[in-house]
């Protein structure tokens, strides 16, 4: 399938431990595990031309995958919209960490997606809660990441069509931290982890919940709807 991976693509160039984990960028650490599962991906980020997500990409993305996190004000609104557009036509999309605060993802959401945070190391325990389910294809009981960005509940989001994941950390919080939406036409995975300043993309597991994730959130067909006054598909009888 085509995917698009979306990054602000700045922690990395301002900040030199961001720098040190991620030499060219998130996207392309993402963009480049996805490639390796057979997909075809292009990059875009914030400070291309319409951050990257021309009508002409976007026509041509199953999948985007958004990463954001200090810039979201910066995302211009008739670019926000266009993505929401797309998904609600059926474009897949997966949102990483702090892109719960995207302009995007809160306006698929309606709700102001705020939550608790620390960064503090914490060890975080992922558990699977919906086995059968196929994002959670290849994990076990749970996968742990030993330090990551703590998020912790009330996690200001709708009540998720699917739970997939709930997460455990060390200071003691839990979080919701795999859930899936749809909208329209189109399948939206939250998946928690990745705070810039850890290596969590590097985690096999966590690349494999992602990879999952990108295949469950692709459009399979399904029906296209017209809307608005319509014509009898059969006669109707005189009363």
């Not at 914490?122 to 990551?148: C, F």
């Amino acid at each position: 399938m085509n995917i698009t991976v979306w990054n602000e693509y700045r922690h990395e160039k301002e900040n030199p431990v961001v720098a040190d984990i991620y030499p060219n960028g998130i996207h392309n650490t993402i963009a480049g595990f996805l490639e390796e599962a057979g997909h075809m991906v292009r990059t875009a980020t914030l400070d291309e031309e319409q951050h990257g997500l021309t009508e002409e990409v976007l026509a041509n993305t199953d999948v985007l995958v958004w990463w954001g996190h200090k810039a979201h004000d910066e995302v211009e609104e008739d670019i926000a919209e266009a993505v929401k557009q797309r998904v609600l036509e059926g474009m897949g999309l997966v949102v990483l960490h702090s892109a719960h605060f995207s302009k995007v993802f809160r306006k698929l959401m309606g709700t102001t997606c705020d939550l608790k945070w620390r960064e503090a190391d914490d060890r975080e325990r992922m558990w699977v809660v919906d086995p059968a389910h196929p994002i959670t294809e290849g994990i076990g009981q749970y996968l742990e990441i030993e330090k990551e960005e703590m998020y912790g509940e009330h996690f200001d989001i709708p009540t998720p069509e699917e739970l997939i994941f709930i997460s455990w950390f060390e200071g003691g919080e839990v979080f919701r931290s795999g859930a899936t939406f749809k909208r329209g036409r189109g399948k939206i995975f939250y998946f928690r982890p990745g705070h810039e300043t850890y290596p969590t993309y590097y985690n096999k597991e966590v690349q494999r919940v992602i990879q999952n994730g990108v295949n469950w959130a692709q459009n399979n067909g399904t029906p296209t709807h017209i809307y608005g006054n319509a014509e009898p598909i059969e006669n109707i009888s005189e009363k």
